[in-house]
């Protein structure tokens, strides 16, 4: 097997090792519009713009872009990352999403997983595992196998639940029709009525008053994170001035690269840091090594720093393009960063992103350096 092929293969075991499933079989398909509109009996990897899924996978199906439909089957997991989502097919194991709009009608084999500015689940949809949804609006219905836990801005809800619920919104409705054979915890800011025989077992309100009681200091404490976040914003933005003004010509390569080959670049990027990883360790076993270790961490901990930036520069351009604006680097680098930072404090998926966004700039990087 040659070299190049391994460098591919490298950012998809990533992936599988997020979705918890490997497979030596795998599909790969980008484009701005991608159909899978037949049998594929391998796990399918989509990036584009408009991605539908509407043939039979015997697989995974992991997708990133602007929407994503699947009205066929998929036998394994849906992992996916987009702006819409809708799910009308039937998916054999775990669904774990963010977006901005989901949407599901189908059947869930096991666990349902969603973070998302809008959650939807239609009446017909059948849950077998346990849900998790966080959202600003939230409309549930349908059956649900396992516990539910829901938190949203506005919730309404009217499902079957088989084991326990935690729903917690600001303005929460539980309809007539809604069971729970578990226990209900929920949490409002508006006094409402619990809908007589829907709860099997106890009933838990909890005022939000009473939790921001247990902790005097949490809004210091959130304070002070806010105030950090805020000067690590600043600081990768005064580094990417930096950049672009000392080396405009580089950082363009960088951006430029980015693009042209992210299957390639986050696989030399995860190469680079597994190296030096496992290099510094081995240098850390030796006493004369331990100098010569130390430096290459912090060296590591500079690039790693300093590639969000570029993917940052990257996501603005991409962003300004799909918008119409007018091209200014400073704004894109600005915008870029802010969806950066705001992608990786998604819950349950940020820590895979922040990743990602990393290892393709570092593997950017290396070719732009090397030539």
């Not at 007539?176 to 106890?202: A, C, F, M, Q």
Request: net charge negative; charged share 15%; hydrophobic share 50%.
């Amino acid at each position: 097997m040659n070299i190049d092929r391994k460098l591919w293969l490298l950012p998809i075991l990533l992936i599988l090792l997020f979705a918890g499933n490997a497979s030596a079989s795998l599909m790969f398909n980008a484009g701005e519009t991608v159909i899978i509109d037949e049998l594929v009996e391998d796990d399918v990897y989509l990036a584009g713009e408009t991605m539908v899924v509407s043939g039979t996978v015997l697989g995974d199906v992991v997708a990133t872009g602007g929407s994503v439909e699947i009205s066929g089957n998929v036998s394994g997991d849906v992992i996916v990352a987009a702006g819409e989502v809708k799910i009308t097919g039937d998916v054999g194991d775990d669904i774990r999403a963010a977006c901005g709009n989901f949407e599901i009608t189908g059947n869930v084999g096991d666990d349902l997983l969603v973070t998302a500015g809008s959650v939807t689940t239609g009446e017909s949809v059948n849950i077998g595992g346990d849900t998790t949804i966080r959202s600003g609006d939230a409309n549930i219905a349908g059956q649900f196998g396992g516990s539910v836990d829901v938190s949203a801005g506005n919730l309404i809800f009217s499902g079957n639940v088989e084991g326990d619920a935690i729903l917690e919104a600001s303005d929460l409705r539980i309809q007539p029709d809604s069971s729970i054979k578990g226990d209900l915890e929920y949490s409002t800011s508006k006094e409402i009525s619990i809908p007589e025989g829907i709860v099997g077992k106890e009933i838990s309100p909890e005022k939000p008053a009473e939790r921001e009681n247990s902790f005097e200091g949490e809004g210091v404490l959130r304070g002070i994170v806010f105030l950090g976040k805020i000067a690590y914003y600043m600081f990768l933005f005064a580094l990417g001035v930096i950049s672009i003004l000392v080396f405009p010509d580089k950082t363009e390569e960088i951006v430029k690269d980015i693009q042209k080959q992210p299957f390639k670049n986050t696989a030399v990027g995860l190469l680079i840091l597994l190296g030096t990883i496992i290099g510094s360790a081995v240098l850390m076993i030796t006493i004369i090594g331990i100098p010569i270790a130390i430096f290459l961490l912090l060296l590591l901990t500079i690039v790693l720093m300093i590639a969000k930036i570029y993917t940052a520069m990257w996501l603005g351009e991409v962003t300004f393009r799909k918008a119409g604006f007018n091209y200014n680097q400073w704004a894109v680098l600005a915008v870029g960063l802010f969806l950066i930072l705001i992608l990786t404090e998604l819950p349950f998926v940020g820590g895979i992103i922040s990743l990602l966004v990393t290892l393709v700039a570092m593997g950017s990087m290396y070719f732009a350096l090397k030539y």
